[in-house]
């Protein structure tokens, strides 16, 4: 009787616990009751909601803001870059599409080395020799033959409109194109478009690239990669010494892939898949932190930083190492993903010490990569959802801009690992599964996602930022499950990062206190002692249990949530 009644007591507090789990935050973001569209830029979610309130669905509003983002953020939204995008139609439906640049048909494994095989500075990341096959183009017509609505001049129009409109330039754009001027300039001379320096409160306009979206409108898909636009775009590269072709543009398709899906707790997470870490390694990382409450340590707490820096030093070693296209590499998928690989790799962890770097196993590889990217989340009124993010790699991309089309090129070759070992721009080192071949997609850090919490779609997220996309999405979308944040309480909360190599812990400097890293810095950890940019820009949407959605559009940057 004694131990029935105590069983009782269990049972209720074990309940209570549940019950407090599945308590949903009071939204503090956005609330709108039928449909939401989160991006960098007003504008662009501004253009994307309008498409979804004259009747377009989430694909037609995906074709909208993609574009939209390149006239109003051509620091990363782009149509000479590339990108990816998972979804989940209102039927449960999941899938992935793969945009992404590609090698041109000429590259091979030691184009960006000397004769001594060093790795020559600049070449794969700036002006033409760094420019990967753009995939951007592709991608919105692929997303939209097979599922959009509206006619395609019905969803370009708004964009043309804008570009005609010209772009009011904010603060942060303004202080972003003043620090990129000089190397804008490097690149292009003084004739481009960027010559002069512009101020908060200007409109900035780009009439060639309202032709080129004209001409689009028109043409179709085709008038990118084969017609006018291609050959003008071809003759432009290749006269500022780049590879890609004729040829390359013409054979260039996106490809649909199965979207990696995994359970976390009662969470289902569909992300991206190869050539995109993303998926892989947040499905890495938050299997190692599930067998631990988390939730019982404090947000940003030593301990929740332990156990999230551990999980993430083992699953970037294993990315940096396996991780490639798939179409060109095996990747063994099965193996790193299997929950007894995950708990043997998390064996030696305790909290008394940190795991040194070096001591993790495919240890001295190195990998880097940009953090200039840039993520859009979209639900129609049917619950349809898109998760976006979409590159042109380095800010303002190989900084190569074609003044006659109205649009930056990307530097996306540099995603690739250049020689084996030694970093890229942004410190990842890669290994043989990402190096340079013919038509081959670079390895991607992007992470659109979508999070499916009893069946029903909870989340849509994705963030920019390189190597700390995975990190960023992945501590966010904890933030919301875990320590039961509104959606912008998630997406704002400060973050931190740890890629395996270099072994330091990246912190933002808002929110994490000098006693925080000391006790950090007494059980081994190093910290990285320079100050800190921001990590990542969340764009997020949250589906409220009464059907309305709450959007997380981060402060860090001017991203703004807007629906109806
Ligand atoms: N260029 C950044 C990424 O693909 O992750």
């Known amino acids: 009787m004694k131990h029935l009644f105590k069983y009782g007591i269990l049972l209720v507090l074990l309940s209570t616990l549940v019950q407090c789990k599945k308590h949903s935050a009071k939204p503090t973001g956005l609330v709108t009751k039928n449909a939401m569209v989160v991006s960098a830029r007003e504008e662009a979610s501004v253009i994307g909601a309008e498409i979804l309130e004259k009747g377009g669905n989430a694909f037609d509003a995906m074709v909208g803001t993609e574009l939209a983002l390149a006239v109003a953020y051509p620091f990363a939204g782009n149509l000479g870059g590339g990108g990816f995008m998972v979804y989940r139609k209102n039927n449960g439906d999941v ?74 330039v904010t603060e942060k754009q303004a202080l972003r194109l003043e620090y990129y001027r000089e190397q804008i300039l490097e690149v292009n001379g003084d004739n481009t478009l960027f010559f002069n320096s512009c101020n908060v409160g200007d409109t900035l306009k780009y009439p060639a690239l309202g032709n080129t979206l004209r001409r689009i409108a028109e043409n179709g898909r085709d008038e990118f990669y084969k017609g006018e636009t291609a050959k003008k775009l071809v003759s432009f590269i290749q006269e500022k010494g780049g590879y890609v072709t004729l040829e390359d543009l013409e054979k260039y398709e996106a490809i649909w892939r199965q979207p990696i899906i995994f359970k976390y707790k009662d969470l289902r997470i569909i992300s991206m898949s190869p050539p995109s870490s993303g998926g892989v390694t947040m499905n890495q990382i938050l299997k190692m932190i599930e067998p631990y409450d988390i939730s019982s340590f404090k947000h940003n707490s030593t301990k929740a930083i332990q156990l999230f820096t551990e999980a993430s030093r083992r699953a970037y070693a294993d990315r940096n190492y396996y991780l490639g296209d798939p179409d060109f590499v095996d990747i063994p998928l099965d193996v790193l993903l299997s929950q007894k690989y995950l708990t043997e790799r998390m064996a030696d962890f305790t909290f008394d010490q940190a795991t040194l770097s070096s001591d993790i196993e495919r240890g001295n590889i190195q990998i880097s990569e940009s953090s200039e990217t840039t993520h859009y989340s979209i639900v129609d009124q049917e619950g349809n959802a898109v998760s976006v993010t979409t590159t042109l790699n380095g800010a303002y ?81 904890l933030n919301a499950y875990e320590f039961n944040m509104s959606m912008q309480e998630a997406v704002d909360a400060p973050r931190f990062h740890h890629q395996w190599l270099p072994d330091h812990i990246v912190f933002e400097t ?24 921001i990590l990542g820009k969340v764009d997020a949407v949250r589906v409220l249990p009464d059907g309305r959605l709450e959007g997380g559009a981060d402060y860090r940057g001017d991203d703004t949530a807007v629906g109806f």
């Not at 990967?132 to 006619?151: A, D, R, Y």
């Not at 390895?443 to 999070?451: A, E, F, Q, R």
């Not at 925080?516 to 940019?533: A, C, F, M, Q, V």
């Open 397 to 477: 991309g190989s900084k190569l801009y074609c003044d006659e089309l109205g649009f930056f090129l990307n530097n996306e070759m540099d995603d690739f690992s250049a020689k084996p070992g030694v970093p890229n721009m942004f410190g990842l080192i890669g290994a043989q599964a990402n190096s340079i071949a013919p038509e081959k997609r670079m390895l991607s850090s992007m992470t659109p996602t979508i999070v499916e919490k009893d069946n029903k779609l909870w989340l849509v997220i994705g963030s920019p930022g390189g190597a700390t996309i995975i990190t960023a999405v992945t501590q966010t979308i």
């Open 95 to 168: 899938g992935a599409l793969d945009y992404r640049e590609k090698a041109p048909l000429s590259a091979h494994k030691d184009m960006y080395l000397d004769s001594l095989g060093n790795v020559i500075e600049g070449k794969s990341t700036k002006g033409a020799t760094a420019v990967g096959v753009p995939g951007t183009i592709s991608g919105i017509f692929e997303v939209h033959e097979k599922f959009g609505s509206l006619p395609i001049e019905d969803i370009l129009s708004p964009v043309i409109a804008l570009v005609e409109r010209g772009v009011i």
């Open 510 to 533: 808002e929110g994490f206190s000098t006693s925080l890293k000391n006790s950090l810095k007494s059980k081994g950890y190093n910290i990285n002692e320079d100050r800190t940019p």
